[in-house]
């Protein structure tokens, strides 16, 4: 089991920046993906970012490409979401999420375990 928590989220002006962070615990000696996922209201649930164990390869969505950027330090067990130019679309809701197979992937379903999200919105 991993249990994942997020932080950070809150009110911004749009062209402002927040930071993001996700703490994971419980099997946190595996080897996994992480990603970020967000969901407006009325919405699905879109992929944002992922990221390697190892942190080499990450990955994301047009959207944000540009804007935002992932980051992890496994010391820490957490991983981040650096998110610069926020824009009014950005509101959402935001989930990390661990996939236990590392595919490394922006397919929700190839995600294990998902925290209880953060709210993040962005007025202009």
């Known amino acids: 089991q991993v249990q994942l928590v997020e932080s950070g989220g809150g009110l911004v002006q749009a062209g402002g920046s927040l930071r993001l962070a996700c703490a994971a615990s419980g099997r946190t000696s595996s080897r996994y993906a992480m990603g970020w996922f967000r969901q407006a209201p009325g919405k699905g649930r879109e992929f944002v970012s992922a990221?390697?164990?190892?942190?080499?390869?990450?990955l994301y969505a047009d959207s944000v490409k540009g804007r935002f950027t992932i980051s992890r330090d496994n010391a820490k067990n957490t991983v981040y979401l650096q998110m610069n130019s926020l824009k009014p679309e950005d509101t959402a809701v935001y989930y990390c999420a661990a996939d236990i197979d590392s595919r490394f992937s922006g397919n929700y379903d190839y995600y294990d375990y998902w925290g209880q999200g953060t709210q993040v919105t962005v007025f202009s």
């Open positions: 990221i390697t164990w190892s942190g080499s390869r990450t």
